[in-house]
């Protein structure tokens, strides 16, 4: 964004003097598109750090009777007698087709069940800290579960499943990133800073490791891990096994940055002051490329994410009891799940949604750093 | 440029020696081998394995020696013979079951190579030229649509479009009669009657990401004096278009099949499984869970040398197009 625009928005004097960080946010500000994905993604992680006041049933709890449920619609006016305002939702009664006996739902129009906010339900223990059982949403009535999304194979809530995925599924994706950030960061920097031999060597590594076609040996990794792991090392195992392949890009991005910056005057006038070289790296050099770093990590957010699913997916990733998005889509790998109960697919949607927000985020980021983007 | 290309090709040879030591420590690195998950099997199905059947096996197989004599035996096989190996799954040479699969891999891969160029070439220039038009609002939701959803996704949804819609199958890429019939003129048809689908539903990530790179360097081609130069010298704006902007703009586009083609293999495999291809992927998979090493490291060892031998076509023709670009 030039100075011109700018102005309209901020006086001139206070763009003169506005810090780096401000002049990015306000570029940011401007891009309507990455505004509304930012509030996309803070709202998906506000849910991925407490699923369970999101969620409406317990994810892991099975009903026979509510097998393949069809999702419910969730009405706000009632015009059966007189009109009558507040969010409730009509129980779907089961009956059997007499001849081939598949599950036949119906919605009863005698019943009404009445929705409450901040209700209680199951109960859930907040970030390991304490225990509550109150739910933004809940149904008003134990007996009468409330199945936004359907229910899957076993009558579990898909809905409540999604949410609780998302803390799997979101988290996994900023772990890894962290991991190969700091991989990135370490060997990108002694190859860019130091060049010479030691960048010839990293160099030669990242090319490696850029070539080696991801998802096969992922896969090899993958069933490696033994499937009898507890859950949170299998996690940790498969975030290390994402990030491994990861860091070379970044790495790149990082000894890029590091090389064109090393040429400069105040780098230069640094040295010859004879400021050590640990605070030259973090006091100056670091600050200038921050920004692009913080776009390229969001933009590998969403590859980590979609990794994770397509792994657990194929069923050598995540293994269930864990909940993640991609252990959901398993649910809808045979036609004939899925053609009974097509609202399996809907894990799938939360996919799309959050790694949209997470590109328009980052392309909205990459944007807003660039000084010389127009 | 010979000299060039000679030194990539030699740089080839270790690389190549990493990829496939590296495969074979992943493959080797489940606990048990091969025979391990064989007598699991039989067990399950109420036979009994003695120790020394299982013994045997592992001698017979060449498992009970170390795995570095494994892997320079396996590796002389390859190099002197051409030989990969016994898949013990199969128990058939390696060299027997991959080539068809390989092929088909490269087949697909390749076609949804031009198909993502040929989508994403027009339609980048097209944003570029009308920026911040309808069709270029359009196209860019299309493109971050396309990033955002698992091809595996897709291929879901579109088999379950067509088959509760259509009322048809869409998965494999022969029909049932030619799945196994030896090649012909209607294997071919038939062949490219299946591929379209698969096809398309790889070239769309890449696509939409192709489509935002090509927009992005046309804009900042446009701007350039020698566009106004060109423009002013009274050149139709077609003619400009292509002439000039558009060659530069197209570098990324080259560059491209270093990472695209790479892409396109490793994205296939998850495709490949959920549309059932008769590619390497499902095949690999299998190999990889019962750790039929051997044919796993084939597999993981081609798919890589795919990789490199694209990235050197990439930069020989990056160099070809742009002059600036000097290779040493």
Redesign the interface.
Known sequence: MSDATLVTEVSRDRVAVASQWQLIWWAFRRHKLAMIALFVTLALYIVALVPGFFAINDPVKQNARSTFHPPQVVHFVDRSEGWDFGLYFRPMKLSRDPETLAAIFKEDPAKKVPIRFFGRGYEYSVLGLFRTDIHLLASSDPKQPLYLFGADRLGRDVYSRVVQGAQVSLSIGLVGVSLSLFLGIVLGGISGYYGGRIDFVIQRVIE?V????????W???A????QNWPATLQYMMITIILSLTGWAQLARVVRGRFLSLRSEEFVAAARLDGVPERRIIFRHMLPSFASHIIASVTLAV?AMI?AE??LS??GLGLQPPTISWGVL?RE??N?RS??TA?WL?LP?GA???A??AL??LGDGLRDAADPYNK | MLRFIAKRVLWMIP?LF??SF??FV??Q???GDYVTTYVATLASSNEIVDQNAAAQLRERFGLDQPMIVQYAKWVWGIVTRGDFGLSFEWQQPVSGLIWERMALTLVLAVASLIVTWAIALPIGVYSAVRKYSIGDYAFTVFS??G???????LA??L??IA??EFGQ?VDGLFSPEYENAAWSIGKMVDLLQHLWLPVIILAVSSTASLIRVMRANMLDELPKPYVTTARAKGLSERRLLLKYPMRIALNPFISTIA?LL?NL???S??VA??LNLPTAAPM??QS??AQDMYL?GA??LL??AL??IG?LISDILLALVDPRIRLE
């Open positions: 490696f850029l070539a080696l076609p991801t998802i096969p040996i896969l090899a990794l069933a490696a891990l033994p969403p979609l699913t397509s997916f194929l889509l809808a790998q036609i899925i053609a097509p697919f799938g996919v799309v949604l790694v949209m590109n328009l | 690389s990493g990829v590296l495969a992943l493959i690195l489940p606990p971050f649509l990033l955002s959803i698992p091809s595996f996704l879901l949804v088999m379950y088959a509760v199958s990472w790479p293999i490793s994205g495999v998850v499984i959920v690999l998979l990889l869970m796993a597999f993981v798919i890589c990789t490199l990235s």
